[in-house]
């Protein structure tokens, strides 16, 4: 099979449009222009029971406490009730949440 000088020419512009697609994208250089990436929770080594104050009032759900424990940036949150004594061992990444016994949220903590 011969390849004419027309059809040469298509086939010659098709492989180079092909591999103009293959080429790599330039790099762009980060300027002060490029903001900041958001932030969604303060690091994993602290916890701000500040940002859970939407729930206070709220029966406790087992999605409420994991939507809580996000928020403020703990590692795990518990559930407990106002009359349980305070545990001595504290942990700064641990948001306690005090309930009564309806299970009505009345309070929050990071320890």
């Not at 020419?9 to 900041?36: F, H, I, M």
């Not at 929770?41 to 406490?65: D, M």
Request: hydrophobic residues 40%; positive net charge.
């Amino acid at each position: 099979m011969r390849i004419h000088g027309r059809h040469w020419l298509s086939l010659a512009a098709l492989l180079l449009l092909a591999a103009g697609c293959q080429a790599p994208p330039k790099d762009r250089p980060l300027t002060s222009e490029v903001p900041e990436p958001p932030a969604f929770a303060p690091p994993p080594e602290s916890c701000l029971a500040e940002g859970v104050r939407f729930a206070l009032g709220l029966r406790v759900t087992a999605p409420l406490l994991e939507e809580m424990r996000q928020r403020s940036g703990a590692r795990f949150a518990r559930t407990l009730l106002v009359t349980d004594p305070s545990d001595p061992v504290l942990d700064p990444t641990r948001l306690n949440v005090r309930v009564e016994p309806s299970g009505r949220i009345v309070g929050a903590s990071c320890q």
